[in-house]
T-cell receptor, first 112, second 111 residues
Framework: GQNIDQPTEMTATEGAIVQINCTYQ??????LFWYQQHAGEAPTFLSY????GLEEKGRFSSFLSRSKGYSYLLLKELQMKDSASYLC?????????????FGGGTRVLVKP | DAGITQSPRHKVTETGTPVTLRCHQT?????MYWYRQDPGHGLRLIHY???????DKGEVSDGYSVSRSKTEDFLLTLESATSSQTSVYFC??????????FGPGTRLTVT
C-alpha cells in the first residue's frame, strides 16, 4: 500500500523561508514529485526527485532521502503569490502504470 | 502548457442519471489519468490508461468506467451518479511516465 504524510497547513511571512516535509511508506518507488495548486485551479508541476539529494530551481528546492522515506520542499523569499497548496506525490514503477499517489496537501498561507 | 482540455467544466446532475466527462489532449501522450479531489482526501486516482484500449483501475474505481478509443480522448463515465460522486475531477497526461500535466478540472454536483 501507499501512505504519504504532510502537514495540513503552514503560515509564513512574506520574504521568509518555509520548509514543507513529506514522509512516505510505499510498496514501490520510482520518483517523488511536488505540485503547486492555487485555490480553484489545477495542480502544476514544481519538482521531481528520483535520486537522493537536493534539486534547486530558482526560489524552490526539493530534497529526497530514499532510505528515510523523506522529502521536503523549500520555498525561499516567500511572495504573496506563493499562497497555495503544495502536494507531495510518489510515483510507482512503469509496471504499475507510473501511477502517482498523492498526500493530502499542505496549505501555505503567506502573510504580509 | 500542455494541450489538455476537459468538458464540461461544470455540471449539475440528478442522482441516478448517467454522466460522461471528456478529457482531450493534443500532445500525443501515451498515459492518461482520471482523479477526483475532495476536501480531506487530496487527489485520488480513479482510472488510468497506458494506451488506446488499455486501461486499469485506480484506488477509487467503484462506480466509474472509462474508455479510450483514440490517443487523444479519455472518457470517464458515471453509469448512475450518486451524491458521493460530487467532486472536482481532474484529468492528467504524461509522456513516458514523467511528470503529469493536469487539465483545468470539472466540477460535478450530484443532487
Amino acid at each position: 500500500g501507499q501512505n504519504i504524510d504532510q502537514p495540513t497547513e503552514m503560515t509564513a511571512t512574506e520574504g521568509a523561508i518555509v520548509q514543507i516535509n513529506c514522509t512516505y511508506q510505499t510498496s514501490g518507488f520510482n520518483g517523488l514529485f511536488w505540485y503547486q495548486q492555487h485555490a480553484g485551479e489545477a495542480p502544476t508541476f514544481l519538482s521531481y526527485n528520483v535520486l537522493d539529494g537536493l534539486e534547486e530551481k530558482g526560489r524552490f528546492s526539493s530534497f529526497l532521502s530514499r532510505s528515510k522515506g523523506y522529502s521536503y520542499l523549500l520555498l525561499k523569499e516567500l511572495q504573496m503569490k506563493d499562497s497555495a497548496s503544495y502536494l507531495c506525490a510518489v510515483r510507482a514503477g512503469r509496471a504499475a502504470g507510473n501511477k502517482l499517489t498523492f498526500g493530502g496537501g499542505t496549505r501555505v498561507l503567506v502573510k504580509p | 502548457d500542455a494541450g489538455i482540455t476537459q468538458s464540461p467544466r461544470h455540471k449539475v446532475t440528478e442522482t441516478g442519471t448517467p454522466v460522461t466527462l471528456r478529457c482531450h489532449q493534443t500532445e500525443n501522450h501515451r498515459y492518461m489519468y482520471w482523479y477526483r479531489q475532495d476536501p480531506g482526501h487530496g487527489l485520488r486516482l480513479i482510472h488510468y490508461s497506458y494506451g488506446v484500449k488499455d486501461t486499469d483501475k485506480g484506488e477509487v474505481s467503484d462506480g466509474y468506467s472509462v474508455s479510450r478509443s483514440k490517443t487523444e480522448d479519455f472518457l470517464l463515465t458515471l453509469e448512475s451518479a450518486t451524491s458521493s460522486q460530487t467532486s472536482v475531477y481532474f484529468c492528467a497526461i504524461a509522456s513516458r511516465g514523467y511528470e503529469q500535466y493536469f487539465g483545468p478540472g470539472t466540477r460535478l454536483t450530484v443532487t
